[in-house]
């Protein structure tokens, strides 16, 4: 599959090195220098390109989107119709600056990034865990202990491919529900937001009351 990354920091260049150890094509695009990227590139063994974000979201046949929450009104819309798009921002005000939708709880971030990015389907997940947990918790197929991770969305299709990727990678997929409901389950301050929990375990905080 090829599967382009907008923003390579921390989470989105570990994705980046996920994806192309399961053998897919993997896109990389930030805001600056393609040409910049050249580090994580040699990462990719091969499998990997440096684009730029617009480039990145018209071939890429799985988005994912890893920059910081302030800039998602920034994304490229073109090319994006019909597509997933996984959203792995988490609204932070002292970084990102106040939101009244945000702060008043009246919208989650990712029914904001889906509004921006309205033709695309987007699924949240990958927000939850800290990056290098990220890095270094996967397990192989057959794993005794393998740690969930939490995705939301509202469209069946999008959902399953997100969680064929979080498997295919060593982790274990948990539904938190659609983008409004799953989103407020998945967002800083939430019982599950760093929490390294096993599926079972996972599926029983998001399921509290």
Known sequence: ?????????????????????????VAVAHSGDPA???????????????VSPAEAARIGEVVVVSVPFRAYADLPTDG?????????????????GHIPE?????????????????????????????????????HEAGAQVRYGIPLAGDD????????????EIGFAPVDSGGLATGGRRQQPGSPAFLSDQTADQLQATLSAP
């Open 1 to 25: 599959m090829q599967i382009s990354v907008i923003g390579t920091g921390h989470i989105g260049g570990t994705l980046a090195r996920h994806f192309a150890s399961a053998e897919h094509h």
């Open 80 to 96: 994006l119709a019909g597509k997933t798009v996984i959203d792995t921002t988490n609204y932070m005000p002292d970084r990102d």
């Open 156 to 167: 069946i299709q999008a959902k399953r491919c997100v969680q064929q990727l979080i498997e």
């Open 36 to 50: 910049d990227l050249g580090p994580l590139l040699d990462d990719l063994r091969g499998c990997g390109q440096a």
């Open 102 to 138: 945000l702060d008043e709880d009246r919208t989650t971030s990712s029914e904001m990034v889906q509004a921006h990015l309205r033709d695309a389907h987007v699924v949240k997940a990958f927000n939850t865990m800290r990056w290098d947990h990220l890095r270094d918790y996967h």
